[in-house]
């Protein structure tokens, strides 16, 4: 089946400094991927939608050049929180997709827990 | 827009019991719907989904059908298991938005031997 492969699992740096999240589809190419945020004990908030090739589609309130995002190739797509501060410390978890809904779905990363201190 | 209610958690059951999460949903046209759960410190896995109505998503003794007279996807399983203890996500994708996943709140379900 799908898998999406997501690195680190756990990341803590400190406050100012830039942290890089992978996210890659391991048997399959994904056209599209996507970025979601949890917060402790809430559900998954859908911050941007990045296409291989071309740039990232942001949610309203997210900060585009706060959360990096690219997507170069079909099985890649990185985000970058930049300056990381405190409040950026939460779970971040990646999905990726190809356009044929009825094949493989939404099949996400196992995410990734940031720790900015 | 579009959005998903599901019940507040948590939910605690004995082993063995019978479960149900209510999920509700609005939406535009005829939406997929999905149940995802997770469990402490990982991601979502899928556990079933319906893409039309009346369709009936099942895995691993959970079931869900779509009900677009009521717009409800509530999910069903007769005999819970301890392992079933994880976090439950109802969630859906728009006709006109392809990908794009509008998640519930989340329903905790705890199972105690």
């Known amino acids: 089946g799908a898998v999406v492969s997501q690195h680190p699992s756990r990341v803590i740096c400190k406050s100012g400094t830039s942290v890089k999240i992978e996210c890659r589809s391991l048997d399959f190419q994904a056209t599209t991927m996507f970025w979601y945020r949890q917060f402790p004990k809430q559900s998954l908030m859908l911050m941007a939608t990045s296409n291989e090739g071309s740039k990232a589609t942001y949610e309203q309130g997210v ?9 170069a190739s079909l099985t890649l797509s990185t985000l970058t929180v930049t300056s990381a501060h405190p409040e950026d410390s939460s779970f971040y978890i990646c999905s990726a997709t190809v356009q044929d809904r009825a094949n493989y779905g939404y099949t996400f990363g196992s995410g990734t827990r940031l720790t900015v201190v | ?13 004995s082993e063995e019991a019978f479960l149900t999460i209510n999920c509700t949903y609005t939406a535009t046209g005829y939406p997929s719907l999905f149940w995802y759960v997770q469990y402490p410190g990982e991601g979502l896995q899928l556990l079933l989904k319906a893409t039309k109505a009346d369709d009936k998503g099942s895995n691993k003794g959970f079931e869900a059908t779509y009900r ?17 203890s994880a976090v439950y996500f109802c969630a859906l994708t728009p006709t006109d938005s392809w990908g794009k996943l509008q998640f519930g709140a989340g329903t905790q379900v705890v199972v105690t031997p």
Do not use: R, Y
């Open chain 2, 68 to 84: 677009k007279e009521t717009t409800s996807f509530h999910l069903e399983k007769g005999s819970v298991q301890v392992s079933d």
């Open chain 2, 1 to 13: 827009g579009n959005s998903v209610t599901q019940m507040e958690g948590p939910v605690t059951l």
């Open chain 1, 63 to 71: 900060e585009k050049d706060k959360f990096l995002i690219n997507h």
